[in-house]
């Protein structure tokens, strides 16, 4: 005679727990589940042999994510001369297999514990989801199944880039088996993950001046913490005559950078903030995980990118946030080649730290506002003026350095640096090499 165990249950008749046995063979070893037996293992048999069947595979449908039926096989056979039910159930390849109503959660993901269907711990879920989807954090499914992605739409539509379902599916928001993946997480509203920003009073993590974190959709993040960030990015000012330049304490672009590597490469397995600290003399981004085994902090300085998160970077690049792999470093680098501060990396086993240098701390007046040192006030030179004077000392000499501008029309090295940087954006000027050696050409 039969008897209960591990892949073998027993119903008198049929009852709407069944799906949640059907839910832990899956999610196990296999099993069979004989609807016409009593307890004991004798046979009581079914009445409607048909109407039962139909209910059980309905149930077994509609109810169990994701689709787990054709590892099912229900059918009916004749025992002690009575019909009975027999639903087999394979060990499927998807698990955690889990209740639709319910998520991939304790109480929707079931597995056998001897005789009995008990609820899964939420370690064994992980490990299932680990087990399937392999080591990758962004393909696996996520534990929360009941995500909102308003923001992220919005987000799309402002940039206009199509954002439907089938985008959902090519951008690997929405797996094989139809449920979202962690990347889904990542941009939705329910993302647990968070960016935390901290502004400090003077250079040390003594005294808070004001905090804050974000949480939510990553693209929502972006915004608000570079929004946060450029506020505390204070305007000094410099007079050349009547002239008013006004000077960032950081380059925008590197700030944008350093703030797009925190979050596209991050590892999401840990729970752990990205930091942003804000000091009088620098910022400091630091980012859980640190780099891909096989990469060095010198592969980094070449412009090597290996990327933790490629799906999430594809996301980006689509969006025009990011350009290309592996130059948000190099860029965050040429945007302080002018500057005689340079940024620095760290890295430890598991993290990652970019620490901005203020271009221009100890400069000035706290407000911001100085009188160029070192130079009488004079007649303002008009701007087309030291444009023509760069182009003629261009072909003079080939190429120019800003050392060799700064000389040239007696202007202090902010006012080069603008001067250089506008020419540039004009297309007058082309810019070359990195560092110390960097040089500029007339565009021909």
Request: with cysteine.
């Amino acid at each position: 005679m039969l008897t209960e165990n591990l892949t073998v249950e027993f119903k008198r008749e049929y009852v709407d727990d069944i799906k949640n046995t059907v839910v832990a063979f899956a999610n196990c070893s296999g099993g069979t589940v004989f609807i016409g037996l009593n307890n004991d293992g004798s046979v009581c048999g079914v009445s409607d042999i048909d109407g039962t069947m139909l209910r059980v595979t309905n149930a077994i449908r509609d109810s169990v994510r994701p689709d787990v039926m054709m590892f099912v096989d229900c059918k009916n056979e004749i025992m002690d001369g009575k019909p009975v039910v027999c639903i087999t159930v394979q060990r499927g390849t998807a698990r955690p297999y889990y209740l639709s109503g319910k998520g991939i959660r304790p109480e929707g993901v079931y597995v056998r514990q001897g005789a009995s269907t008990v609820p899964a711990t939420e370690a064994a879920i992980l490990n299932m989801i680990k087990e399937t989807s392999g080591d990758c954090y962004e393909t696996a499914r996520a534990i929360n199944q009941q995500l909102t992605l308003d923001r992220t739409a919005a987000f799309f539509k402002k940039r206009n880039v199509e954002f439907g379902k089938a985008q959902l599916r090519t951008l690997q928001l929405v797996g094989e088996d139809g449920t979202y993946t962690n990347l889904a997480f990542l941009l939705s509203e329910q993302c647990t993950h968070t960016i935390k920003l901290a502004i400090f009073e003077g250079n040390k993590k003594s005294i808070f001046r004001d905090r804050c974190e974000f949480s939510g959709s990553l693209l929502s993040q972006l915004e608000e913490a570079y929004d946060y960030i450029d506020r505390s990015n204070r305007v000094r000012a410099e007079f050349s005559g009547l002239d008013r330049l006004d000077m960032r304490d950081y380059p925008p672009e590197a700030i944008r950078e350093a703030l797009l590597n925190a979050i596209v490469h991050r590892d999401y397995s840990f729970s752990s903030p990205t930091l942003v600290s804000i000091f009088e003399d620098r910022i400091e981004f630091v980012t859980i995980g640190g780099l891909v085994k096989g990469v060095t902090l010198e592969d980094i300085g070449l412009g090597v990118s290996v990327l933790r998160n490629q799906n999430l970077a594809n996301i980006f690049y689509r969006l025009r946030l990011i350009e290309a792999y592996g130059t948000g470093i190099l860029k965050i680098n040429e945007c302080y080649d002018e500057y005689p501060v340079k940024p620095t990396i760290r890295v430890s086993d598991n993290a990652f730290k970019i620490v901005l240098p203020n271009t221009n701390y100890g400069k000035g007046a706290e407000e911001g506002v100085r009188q160029q040192s070192g130079r009488k006030p004079g007649k303002a030179v008009p701007k087309e003026q030291r444009e023509k004077a760069v182009v003629a000392l261009c072909r003079e000499n080939g190429s120019v350095a800003r050392r060799d501008v700064q000389e040239a029309l007696a202007v202090s090295q902010p006012t080069a640096i603008l001067l250089m940087r506008e020419m540039v954006e004009k297309g007058i000027l082309v810019k070359r090499g990195g560092a110390r050696q960097v040089r500029y050409y007339l565009r021909k």
